[in-house]
């Protein structure tokens, strides 16, 4: 599951300066700044004439807490305009000029939504709505699971907590753009702003909805309570009835979006809308509801790979064990590199009394998530002082 071959290949680091610009997620400015002397290059506080390389740190998805680039990309723009030869390059890059091969682990593998969930600390069903609203795009899929490259995490990180902090979407649209000039992916950037741009049309503090240009938008959901109060189901066109049930649990309404799913279900039965119901009565604690719509998802789609872990969730906290394994086991039997599972088996099996297939799946677990140092610097930035 690598994603770097893509990439150009790093040249040393040796002999250039090198200024730093943002949150790093592999380690801390200081070790960065000890990492670039040891490998024989010269660091810049910010960016001069004389700075060859600038690197942009991850963790913070590359905007600041108020929407907009750091000072020493400011910087760095200036000299580019007045013709300086520095560039800008993202941390796998730097990683790779310094010969951190360790820490670029953590970038170069591919993660499934629940593990973005725990790596960014987010309900899962959050991470499926930046993946709806185009904030969090896979670079992969297969069998219906998604798997998604950790920039792209950061990223989709950034922008939720930006949005819900109520910083203006016209201010991170137009950071994008000024992003996208420099970095070396920038394509990807621009080809994704539009997406961004129907993700970041959000509802502000005040109750108010913004387009990414600042324009603000009337509530029309206003409307949708009023017609909600007459009846509970307003006739609605087709597919509308799984709109609204995503819409519900988005907003956290999880007793309206299983029945919203349910109307949804009598109109058009199909898997993803049994895997969406069955996801909803599960963090309802309606086990056995969730288990039987988990079951009705895998007849629809028997390779449903994400249906067939769910369903042993479901089994296991139904005290079923032997079905969670059975579950578990099909899961991985589809896709042998899908790491939920892994780590589900070594739970069960370790209440089941069975030590030696603990080992081998906590293992797996183990080694495809981020170290946890990378994950306690990514989710106390208070740890790293030095930013610009």
């Known amino acids: 599951m690598r994603t770097n071959e893509r990439m150009a290949e790093a040249v040393s680091i040796a002999g250039l300066e090198v200024a730093l610009t943002g949150r790093l997620f592999s380690m801390t400015r200081a070790e960065a700044v000890e990492r670039i002397q040891k490998a024989g290059g010269r660091h810049a506080k ?92 896979p670079a992969r899929t297969s069998r219906r699971l998604a798997w998604f490259e950790f920039k792209d995490i950061l990223t989709a990180r950034s922008l939720s907590r930006l949005t819900a902090a109520g910083v203006p979407a016209s201010r991170i649209h137009a950071s994008l753009t000024e992003l996208a000039r420099w970095l070396p992916d920038g394509e990807r950037v621009i080809g994704r702003l539009e997406a961004y741009a129907t993700g970041l049309r959000a509802r502000l503090p005040d109750g108010s909805w913004v387009e990414p240009s600042g324009q603000r938008l009337m509530d029309f959901q206003k409307e949708d309570a009023a017609a909600a109060r007459v009846s509970a189901f307003p006739t609605l066109q087709d597919g509308e009835w799984f709109s609204r049930a995503i819409e519900a649990e988005e907003r956290g309404n999880l007793q309206a979006a299983a029945a919203l799913y349910s109307k949804a279900l009598e109109e058009s039965p199909d898997s993803e809308t049994y895997f969406n119901l069955g996801n909803v009565l599960y963090d309802l604690g309606r086990d056995a509801e969730a288990a039987e719509r988990y079951l009705q998802a895998i007849d629809a789609d028997h390779e449903f790979v994400e249906a067939w872990n769910n369903l042993g969730n479901s089994m296991a906290a ?37 030590p030696g297939r603990v080992v081998g799946h906590s293992t797996v677990c183990r080694n495809t998530f981020p170290s946890q140092a990378h994950l306690t610097l990514l989710r106390h930035p208070s740890i790293d002082v030095e930013e610009d």
């Open 46 to 137: 910010e960016p001069g004439p004389a700075t060859d390389i600038l690197v942009a740190g991850e963790a913070s998805g590359h905007l600041t807490a108020a929407g907009g680039i750091s000072r020493n990309l400011e910087l760095f723009r200036r000299l580019k305009e007045g013709g300086a030869r520095a560039r800008l390059i993202e941390e796998p890059e730097f990683l790779r000029m310094i010969g951190a091969d360790e820490e670029l682990e953590d970038f170069s593998r591919l993660y499934t939504a629940a593990q973005v969930s725990r790596i960014v600390e987010a309900p899962l069903s959050e991470v499926r709505a930046w993946v709806r609203k185009g904030l969090l795009q």
């Open 318 to 354: 139904l005290g079923k064990l032997e079905d969670a394994v059975h579950a578990y086991e099909m899961a991985l039997s589809l896709e042998p590199d899908y790491p939920d599972p892994h780590c589900n088996l070594a739970i069960v099996m370790e209440r089941l009394g069975r």
